[in-house]
């Protein structure tokens, strides 16, 4: 299965998405709803209203691609609407996500910087 990479920026359009929509649509929503690059090294992640199926556009070098999964049963948990229509995830949080977590209510441990031991 293809996966992206933890470290690998990913935006999550929060407002449902009609799944009828290619390429071309998905590229213009990320560039005039979300007012983001298209093109920029990152996935753009859009949901239905249903929440069983996802898309993924990504610009590959000469092309854009689209990931597509479709849930027979269950719904992904899409994150609670905050502040704007587009969230910021990790590679990592997104796995989750696909994995059909709840990413709003994991909470990892702190980092802590240290400057010197002792």
Request: hydrophobic residues 40%.
């Amino acid at each position: 299965m293809i996966r992206p990479d933890a470290g690998l920026r990913v935006y999550l359009c929060r407002e449902p998405v009609d799944m009828r929509k290619q390429i071309d649509g998905l590229a213009l929503l990320v560039q005039e709803a979300m007012e983001l690059n298209p093109f920029e090294e990152a996935v753009f992640v859009f949901g239905n209203r249903q929440r069983d199926k996802v898309k993924i556009l990504f610009w590959e070098r000469n092309g854009f691609v689209v990931w597509y999964k479709r849930l027979e049963k269950e719904r992904f948990k899409w994150p609670a609407r905050l502040d704007g229509d587009t969230l910021s995830l990790s590679g990592q949080e997104l796995n989750w996500l696909l994995d059909g977590y709840d990413i709003s209510a994991m909470q990892p441990h702190k980092a802590l910087n240290f400057q010197s031991v002792g």
